[in-house]
């Protein structure tokens, strides 16, 4: 008895062991720790059209996605997401993923876990493979047989053109060449020509002389140039009109103060006085001068550093800027906004004027703030980082657009498709998180449509507008019209209209 009873517990651990290992590996990745990095063991082509990728699971995955770009390309382009349990993928070449023949490709593979919403790191120098040509086939020549040889009929010998026998004319003595009045008339064989008149030697012709340049104009006159770098361009007149040499060259009294180029276009480099001359080069001795003063004012020049996904407001205040008596006469120039960084907003009150910044990829870029046409404060933006969750919702949109958009679309018709996409693939849940975090999801608020849907049509370049509904306030940044609180959507401008696009699912 003892010993069936130790049997059948035998037997339970080891149906218990068979359990615990059949539990699929996705089941550890429920943990919302970060995917460790991907080590890609193998790229390798496969005939003339193909490329196979392989790679070691990932701790944490439940996710991978493979990209590419050619060698030599700065950015990488998303190939393909595969599950969890997949460790190698092929790359068929097709027209939106194209393999073209003795061209390297790279490739990596990202680990991402979508319990935790976070990617893993990836080798950003990836792995090269080197596609090989196709083989001209060689034609096959068939022999061409020689056709038989017709025998040439004999040729007739040309019959000779009977020419009716001239009486001979009598010589004509050879006159020089007279002058066309003095022609003489030769009315026929039994003519008696006249005698020549003797040539006269003809006089000759005077050279006239070359017009030289008599005036040479610059417009403008004078310049001002208020930050280093910036750029005039003058134009010059050189009359009269039929002067045989129009050409000029310029120079510059001070090129540590401005320089000028063989167009015309001035360039400020310090603050100073310097003359821009245009003169003649025909020997005339004339020119024309313009006035260049280069004020470059002292600015506030500061460093910003922002990891990826970290946002910051940064303008001018009263304290620092006394002499400003209406901020929103302040503007700002933000330099690759959109890229390295988006605009969350701009705050004007009556003591500052700022710009909300977010960085989303690694870069640099620079932000100036200019009050009546100077520049006051400059803004060195350092993004030491890629914010992943945003690369990951702009590869998402890239890829949704590949199957939802066709070529022949319109871009109202691809506005549509994307609205109708929004409203069928989600449920309406108050209260979400921004697109960039919830797109994943299956549930979004009013707000986070509203956002996805304007970064849809600004991957097509189109204007965005953020209406609050509640207010009836449009804002150009979604962060305005949301602050206010209740339903918002969008106006996008398509068609020379602005149409309105509400992607909110229904509640």
């Known amino acids: 008895m003892l ?27 429920a943990s919302k720790k970060k995917p460790v990095k991907v080590t890609v063991t193998s790229v390798k082509t496969s005939g003339t059209n193909k490329v196979v990728i392989k790679w ?6 439940t996710n991978y996605r493979i990209y590419w770009k050619q060698l030599g390309a700065k950015k990488w382009k998303t190939l393909a997401t595969v599950k969890s349990n997949r460790t190698s993928y092929t790359h068929k070449s097709s027209n939106k993923a194209k393999l073209v023949g003795g061209k390297k490709y790279v490739y990596t593979v990202r680990a ?29 020549k068939t022999p061409v047989k020689p056709k038989p040889t017709t025998p040439a009929k004999p040729t007739q010998p040309a019959k000779p053109t009977a020419v009716p026998t001239q009486k001979p004319k009598p010589t004509v003595p050879v006159i020089p060449s007279p002058a066309p009045e003095d022609t003489p008339d030769i009315s026929g064989p039994t003519s008696t020509p006249t005698p020549a008149k003797p040539t006269e030697s003809p006089k000759p012709t005077a050279t006239p002389a070359p017009v030289k340049v008599n005036s040479v104009t610059i417009n403008p006159s004078t310049v001002k140039l208020t930050s280093k770098g910036q750029t005039a361009q003058l134009s010059v007149t050189v009359l009269p009109s039929n002067a045989e040499n129009k050409s000029i060259v310029w120079s510059t009294s001070n090129a540590s103060v401005a320089t000028v180029d063989n167009n015309g276009v001035v360039t400020a480099v310090a603050n100073g006085n310097a003359t821009i001359t245009a003169a003649a080069l025909d020997g005339s001795g004339k020119y024309a001068e313009c006035s260049v003063v280069v004020d470059i004012p002292k ?25 400003i008596i209406d901020f929103s006469k302040v503007t700002f120039d933000c330099k690759n906004a959109g890229v390295t960084y988006e605009i969350g907003g701009f705050d ?32 060195t933006i350092n993004i030491t980082s890629d914010w992943a969750e945003y690369i990951g919702y702009v590869n998402w949109r890239k890829q949704i657009e590949s199957q939802i958009w066709t070529e022949s679309m319109s871009p109202k018709e691809k506005m549509k498709t994307t609205e109708s996409y929004i409203k069928d693939h989600y449920g309406y849940e108050n209260g979400s998180s921004d697109a960039v975090k919830v797109y994943l999801d299956k549930t ?39 602050s206010e609180g209740g339903h918002t959507y969008n106006l996008i401008f398509v068609d020379n209209n602005w149409e309105k696009f509400d992607a909110t699912p229904t509640p």
Not at 118 to 138: C, L, Q
């Open 3 to 29: 010993r069936k009873i130790k049997s059948h517990l035998a037997i339970l651990l080891m149906l218990a062991l068979a359990f615990t290992l059949l539990i699929p590996a996705p089941v550890q990745a």
């Open 56 to 61: 070691r699971k990932a701790k944490y995955a």
């Open 112 to 140: 991402y876990n979508r319990y935790g919403r976070k990617w893993g790191a990836y080798n950003s120098k990836g792995k090269t493979v080197k596609i090989p040509k196709r083989k001209a086939a060689v034609p096959t």
């Open 299 to 323: 600015e506030n020049n500061q460093v910003v550093e922002l990891a990826g996904g970290e946002s910051k407001k940064i303008g001018v205040t009263k304290s620092s800027f006394p002499e």
């Open 348 to 379: 004007y009150i009556s003591t500052r004027a700022a710009v909300s910044i977010k960085s989303l990829r690694k870069g640099n870029s620079v932000i100036t703030a200019s009050y009546e046409n100077r520049v006051i404060a400059r803004w």
């Open 444 to 482: 979004i608020d009013c707000h986070a449509a509203t956002e996805m849907m304007g970064d849809f049509a600004k991957d097509i370049n189109l204007q965005v507008k953020y209406v609050n509904a509640v207010t009836g306030n449009i804002y150009d940044y979604k962060v305005k019209a949301t």
